[in-house]
């Protein structure tokens, strides 16, 4: 009763570290703890084997027929079925020969069938190896080596064949006739086939294999061998066997060589009963796990210790955040770390929190440095906390989305969302709906297809360049802002729905990366921003003085066609959301005159300052979107087409898309970019030249011949081998630190001015 006491301990204390979804199997001992790696769990404490090494295979096929399950155990069944028969005689002809004494014995005479059915026993064998090899761990293996069942049943299986083949041999010898060629061809596969049987018993022990699937051949091996160890027993005269003779074998006794055969396999059916009670009896999934319970929480408090430096028995936020930082990890991950880990909100981490928090991340990543370790949880703390992950997780969610899309059927189903909306409705020709659906799709295939070669400045080029010829198709600026909400809406309705995660990466890679460089190719923004902020700030202000128009607002951004219609759950009641967007639109009024008076860095604070306030309200891109478009109907509505003209309404959609959109979106990612645009607003000119970089580059604290690796590279992706703009600059390290979220500026340009480029870089 104490020890089921313990053992329930053991697993519970294993089902707060191992993965969701995994259990143990496989209990024994062992003193190898000294490595990192894939691990077992031994009884009675809650200890595990350290396992080093790697698979013993990786081929995809043997992968396959284990993950179907039935193509192992089918092909287990063919080849002892087979051997079975091949042991009874199936096939064969029987004759007649003189024994030791002159005893008349029968023999089996091999023909062309039975043959054949060695053969393809001896294929069936080894599709079964081939899957179980591809879950063989090679440190595993050897643990499993290092005990006495895997040599028990290779000696038994040598023993069995052995016995066989001599009296078969001897009695062949005595005839007529001496064995033929096709009597060594059988015994040598017969060979083959017996060491496969061998090496398939000792590889499922080290393999991590379904459990069902243990079982089923276990349960089949235990079958054949109780067969095979019985039949002679039962059939007396059963051919090949000369009672008579007698053969010693190695250091067994001297007996007659069924008895030799019946002992072996006798011997290896009692070891196959072991196995399969243990099977039977335990009822977990897998046989080993992926962490070192003990391993883990050594690890967990050294990591403890290591931050803990003011008070050893908790860690403060100081203490926290000052470690983190020279590891160089961000000050938006860092504080959402500490966030996470402060389960009490006390202030303080005790170690108790600390190891349940960490626990998971620190058992899943056994060989991992603690610096790693604690960028790699913050980074998920972030993400948790607002749906913000890589870039390159973010392009992986797009792209496995997108794989998933029927063209056709994605093409009609933004058609719709689009012609939804009265304002565009009337652009599209009915009888060429299904002409106008595919160009869309093709549109958004284009765009992905080229974000698919990370070649962020050849997409920029391209996109421009896209936009530029569109000018001449009557697109107009507004129109961007629809045709997101129509995409993201499409992409929702043929998902059943959007994780954040999901809209976060949909709105940052389609905004950031089509809709920016396609905007700025449709519109000259060098030349046309000081107008824009100036006709935005105007129209804005004559806004605030009309007293209907917030009423107005509201009404509008619950009726536009795809963007979120449950305003109500970021809002107390009706009055507060009143409030609220009263509150938006003076903040806006002050951005746009930031912008105007030429305080841009000013201007983009202040709008990443409130990006955190409305994401941890469930404020979400498509929000925002579905507010610039519920804007521009306000505007007509209430100031007039005559105010609010055409050329006003390019402006606002070029105000929100470039200035409030795209610096929302990119806030979690602004530490780097505040620090180049501070570096920009203080540059006299457009152009960088050498100075300007080793300027950026001190910043950083990066030397000189680093500097220069990291000047070279940019020229290289931006393909200009001079004249390289702030722009070019801003736009390279912003995407940089999007790839690595939870770092520092200085680690981003330390790690961008290492880093190579491509090779597929070009110098114009």
């Known amino acids: 009763?104490?020890?089921?006491?313990?053992?329930?301990?053991?697993?519970?204390?294993?089902?707060?570290?191992?993965?969701?979804?995994?259990?143990?199997?496989?209990?024994?001992?062992?003193?190898?703890?000294?490595?990192?790696?894939?691990?077992?769990?031994?009884?009675?404490?809650?200890?595990?084997?350290?396992?080093?090494?790697?698979?013993?295979?990786?081929?995809?096929?043997?992968?396959?027929?284990?993950?179907?399950?039935?193509?192992?155990?089918?092909?287990?069944?063919?080849?002892?079925?087979?051997?079975?028969?091949?042991?009874?005689?199936?096939?064969?002809?029987?004759?007649?020969?003189?024994?030791?004494?002159?005893?008349?014995?029968?023999?089996?005479?091999?023909?062309?069938?039975?043959?054949?059915?060695?053969?393809?026993?001896?294929?069936?064998?080894?599709?079964?190896?081939?899957?179980?090899?591809t879950r063989v761990h090679s440190q595993l293996l050897w643990m499993t080596l290092r005990t006495f069942d895997p040599w028990a049943i290779i000696a038994c299986c040598a023993r069995g064949w052995a016995a066989r083949s001599f009296s078969r041999y001897r009695l062949r010898d005595s005839g007529d006739d001496v064995a033929s060629v096709h009597d060594y061809f059988s015994w040598g596969i017969d060979l083959v086939i017996v060491?496969?049987?061998?090496?398939?018993?000792?590889?499922?022990?080290?393999?991590?294999?379904?459990?069902?699937?243990?079982?089923?051949?276990?349960?089949?091996?235990?079958?054949?061998?109780?067969?095979?160890?019985?039949?002679?027993?039962?059939?007396?005269?059963?051919?090949?066997?000369?009672?008579?003779?007698?053969?010693?074998?190695?250091?067994?006794?001297?007996?007659?060589?069924?008895?030799?055969?019946v002992s072996a396999y006798g011997t290896m059916a009692v070891l196959l009963t072991k196995a399969a009670v243990s099977t039977i009896v335990q009822k977990n999934a897998f046989m080993y796990l992926r962490c070192h319970y003990e391993y883990c929480m050594d690890q967990?408090?050294?990591?403890?210790?290591?931050?803990?430096?003011?008070?050893?028995?908790?860690?403060?936020?100081?203490?926290?955040?000052?470690?983190?930082?020279?590891?160089?990890?961000?000050?938006s991950h860092i504080f959402a770390g500490f966030n996470l880990l402060d389960i009490e909100q006390?202030?303080?981490?005790?170690?108790?929190?600390?190891?349940?928090?960490?626990?998971?991340?620190?058992?899943?990543?056994?060989?991992?440095?603690?610096?790693?370790?604690?960028?790699?949880?913050?980074?998920?703390?972030?993400?948790?906390?607002?749906?913000?992950?890589?870039?390159?997780?973010?392009?992986?969610?797009?792209?496995?989305?997108?794989?998933r899309f029927k063209l056709e059927e994605f093409g009609e189903c933004i058609y719709q969302c689009l012609t939804q909306d009265p304002a565009l409705a009337s652009l599209f020709r009915r009888e060429k709906m299904r002409t106008q659906a595919l160009l869309f799709a093709a549109f958004v295939q284009v765009a992905l297809s080229w974000l698919e070669e990370k070649d962020f400045r050849k997409v920029d080029r391209d996109m421009a360049s896209l936009g530029l010829r569109h000018r001449s198709y009557g697109v107009e600026p507004e129109y961007v802002c629809m045709f997101q909400i129509a995409l993201l809406q499409t992409v929702s309705t043929i998902l059943n729905g959007l994780s954040?995660?999901?809209?976060?990466?949909?709105?940052?890679?389609?905004?950031?990366?089509?809709?920016?460089?396609?905007l700025a190719g449709l519109v000259d923004l060098d030349s046309e921003r000081p107008g824009v902020y100036r006709a935005v700030k105007d129209i804005l202000l004559q806004a605030k003085k009309e007293p209907q128009?917030?009423?107005?607002?509201?009404?509008?951004?619950?009726?536009?066609?795809?963007?979120?219609?449950?305003?109500?759950?970021?809002?107390?009641?009706?009055?507060?959301?009143?409030?609220?967007?009263?509150?938006?639109?003076?903040?806006?009024?002050?951005?746009?005159?930031?912008?105007?008076?030429?305080?841009?860095?000013?201007?983009?604070?202040?709008?990443?300052?409130?990006?955190?306030?409305?994401?941890?309200?469930?404020?979400?891109?498509?929000?925002?979107?579905?507010?610039?478009?519920?804007?521009?109907?306000?505007?007509?509505?209430?100031?007039?087409?005559?105010?609010?003209?055409?050329?006003?309404?390019?402006?606002?959609?070029?105000?929100?898309?470039?200035?409030?959109?795209?610096?929302?979106?990119?806030?979690?990612?602004?530490?780097?970019?505040?620090?180049?645009?501070?570096?920009?607003?203080?540059?006299?000119?457009?152009?960088?030249?050498?100075?300007?970089?080793?300027?950026l580059m001190k910043l950083a604290y990066v030397d000189e011949p680093l500097a220069e690796k990291g000047l070279q590279r940019v020229h290289a992706e931006n393909g200009k081998s001079s004249s390289l703009t702030v722009n070019d600059v801003i736009k390279t390290f912003c995407d940089e630190s999007m790839q690595h979220p939870s770092w520092t500026f200085e680690k981003v340009v330390e790690n961008y001015c290492k880093t190579p480029p491509a090779a597929e870089c070009f110098l114009e």
């Open 1 to 133: 009763m104490r020890w089921m006491k313990s053992r329930s301990l053991t697993q519970r204390k294993m089902a707060s570290v191992v993965p969701a979804g995994t259990e143990v199997t496989r209990q024994g001992v062992s003193d190898r703890i000294g490595k990192r790696g894939r691990v077992m769990v031994v009884k009675p404490i809650a200890r595990a084997y350290i396992l080093s090494e790697h698979m013993m295979s990786n081929m995809a096929v043997g992968d396959w027929l284990l993950r179907k399950k039935w193509p192992p155990v089918v092909a287990l069944i063919i080849a002892l079925g087979l051997h079975t028969a091949d042991f009874f005689g199936a096939f064969y002809n029987l004759s007649v020969v003189p024994g030791e004494h002159q005893t008349p014995v029968r023999i089996f005479e091999p023909t062309l069938e039975s043959s054949i059915m060695s053969v393809v026993s001896f294929l069936a064998f080894g599709v079964a190896l081939l899957s179980v090899l």
């Open 195 to 261: 060491l496969q049987f061998s090496s398939l018993l000792i590889l499922a022990e080290a393999a991590d294999i379904p459990k069902d699937v243990m079982r089923i051949c276990v349960a089949i091996c235990l079958i054949y061998c109780i067969v095979l160890s019985a039949g002679p027993l039962i059939w007396e005269n059963m051919p090949d066997w000369d009672a008579d003779a007698k053969v010693q074998l190695l250091f067994f006794a001297n007996m007659a060589p069924k008895s030799q055969f």
């Open 300 to 331: 967990l408090d050294a990591s403890f210790a290591k931050l803990a430096q003011s008070d050893p028995s908790a860690i403060s936020y100081s203490d926290f955040r000052l470690a983190l930082q020279e590891m160089g990890i961000s000050e």
């Open 346 to 403: 006390s202030g303080k981490v005790s170690l108790q929190n600390f190891r349940k928090c960490l626990m998971d991340i620190f058992a899943e990543y056994p060989d991992a440095s603690h610096i790693v370790l604690l960028g790699k949880f913050c980074q998920e703390a972030f993400n948790q906390t607002s749906g913000y992950s890589s870039l390159d997780s973010m392009f992986g969610t797009v792209f496995s989305h997108w794989r």
């Open 500 to 518: 954040l995660q999901a809209e976060i990466s949909w709105s940052v890679v389609w905004s950031h990366f089509v809709v920016a460089p396609f």
């Open 549 to 695: 128009f917030v009423t107005m607002l509201v009404r509008n951004l619950h009726g536009i066609v795809g963007g979120y219609c449950e305003w109500s759950r970021l809002f107390r009641d009706p009055e507060h959301e009143v409030q609220h967007l009263a509150m938006l639109l003076g903040f806006l009024i002050q951005v746009a005159d930031d912008l105007d008076a030429g305080r841009i860095l000013k201007a983009k604070q202040r709008m990443r300052g409130i990006a955190q306030i409305h994401w941890d309200r469930g404020v979400v891109p498509r929000h925002m979107l579905a507010f610039q478009h519920a804007m521009s109907h306000t505007f007509k509505e209430v100031l007039g087409p005559d105010v609010f003209t055409h050329s006003t309404e390019s402006s606002w959609a070029v105000f929100m898309q470039t200035e409030v959109l795209e610096v929302l979106l990119l806030a979690p990612f602004a530490e780097t970019q505040d620090r180049v645009e501070e570096w920009a607003s203080q540059m006299d000119g457009q152009e960088v030249d050498g100075k300007a970089w080793r300027a």
